[in-house]
């Protein structure tokens, strides 16, 4: 199985849409980075994008970092309750991070995403596996 396969290997495609959507509202995948450091979690989101292993995240880190009207958003699409998207997106990214940045670099990692079958919404597989847990 290819990489893109186990990108997109179980994902949901709200779920999907909803992490496409927390990407594009913080300028891809180098500006939610960025948005990390700037609260104080560049180690943490650092080693999602290194070669080691990812440090977790606390569904509160989520929610203070995005903001309550973007992840109420993204709760709206997903189906879920806000608490219910921020404790998934705190288990789904640092591995989707991960993927998207294999070389250890943010550089490439949007036009990665964009080759994915669907765009955004092909992340579906991944996330749904997650969601399933």
């Known amino acids: 199985m290819g ?6 290997k179980g ?12 990407l594009k ?3 891809g995948v180098g500006g939610l980075v960025e948005k ?3 609260a104080g979690l560049g180690d943490v989101v650092g080693s999602w994008i290194g070669t080691g292993a990812n ?9 203070s ?13 997903m189906g879920v309750s806000p608490q219910q998207a921020s404790e998934t997106l705190a288990g789904l990214l640092p591995e989707a991070i991960d ?5 250890g670099k943010v550089d490439g990692a949007d036009d990665l995403l964009a080759k994915l079958p669907g765009g955004l ?13």
């Open 36 to 38: 990390f450091g700037q």
């Open 121 to 133: 919404g092909g992340l579906g597989g991944m996330i749904g596996g997650f969601l399933k847990r």
């Open 25 to 27: 509202g913080h300028g």
């Open 55 to 63: 440090a977790g995240i606390s569904a509160e880190q989520i929610a």
């Open 11 to 22: 994902l949901g495609d709200d779920a999907a849409g909803g992490l496409g959507d927390l």
């Open 99 to 103: 993927r998207l940045t294999p070389g």
């Open 65 to 77: 970092v995005i903001g309550h009207g973007p992840l109420a958003d993204i709760a709206a699409k």
């Open 3 to 8: 990489f893109l396969d186990n990108v997109v």
